[in-house]
């Protein structure tokens, strides 16, 4: 069993707001990443880290950004939330030992009222 | 552009039938091709493929790749209704080093009673 955590796993707050959605992993993983997923629809990766002090933006372009301090946290913060955030995020990680095989976070359900 | 395409979009079936799910794709550099099952969370690991025609098995579930024809398919034997999910194919792009997924925009299996 993968050991990744995600907070909050439901939130919903109002227009302007700011966010900020935690990801943990324990198990020493150098990459890692942020996946949005409309409800029905496909994943897309919108930031990954390869390390400390490493984050790039995925291939689906997001107004929210990362940070990568420690290697076990990875947040992303939305500065100024709108409906059109209102998504689930989830996080994922990678280890060197199994390959390619990533393991996902349980998610956070956003809503942008 | 780099793609997966999963069919059927959606398939219902009665408890005791055998499904295949079938996954194409087209990817510049393929590494892997890795199976996931969600349900209202975040995708779990099922299968991850790297060689043709291989078979990978784990209980009724089994998998296998084609290079040559860029396809896989997921069987489920016997099905049961804890079986109904979302069944997502991704390939990792072998382009960087972080083995980024390009995901298909799933399966959805209902099993009923």
């Known amino acids: 069993e993968a050991d990744i955590y995600q907070t909050p796993r439901y939130l919903v707050i109002g227009t302007g707001k700011k966010i900020t959605l935690e990801c943990s992993q324990t198990?020493?993983?150098?990459?890692m990443y942020w996946y949005q997923q409309d409800p029905g629809m496909e994943l897309h990766l919108i930031h990954y880290s390869y390390g400390v002090n490493s984050t790039e933006k995925g291939d689906l372009s997001s107004e929210s950004t990362v940070s990568r301090i420690r290697t076990e946290h990875f947040p992303l913060t939305l500065e100024s939330a709108r409906p059109s955030h209102t998504s689930q995020y989830l996080c994922?990680?990678?280890?060197?030992?199994?390959?390619?095989?990533?393991?996902f976070g349980e998610g956070s359900w956003l809503t942008v009222v | 552009e780099d793609k997966v395409v999963q069919s059927p979009l959606s398939l219902v079936v009665h408890e005791g039938d055998t499904v295949t799910l079938n996954c194409s794709y087209e990817v510049t550099n393929f590494r892997s091709l890795l199976w996931y099952k969600q349900e209202k969370k975040a995708p779990t690991f099922l299968f991850m493929l790297t060689s043709s025609g291989i078979e990978k098995k784990s209980g009724r579930l089994s998998s296998i790749l084609d290079k040559k024809e860029l396809f896989s398919i997921l069987n489920i034997t016997a099905t049961q209704t804890g079986d109904s999910a979302v069944y997502l194919c991704?390939?990792?792009?072998?382009?960087?080093?972080?083995?980024?997924?390009?995901f298909g925009q799933g399966t959805t299996l209902q099993v009923k009673p």
């Open positions: 994922a990680s990678q280890g060197e030992g199994l390959g390619n095989t990533i393991y």
């Open positions: 198990m020493g993983h150098d990459k």
């Open positions: 991704a390939v990792a792009d072998g382009s960087s080093n972080t083995g980024k997924l390009i």
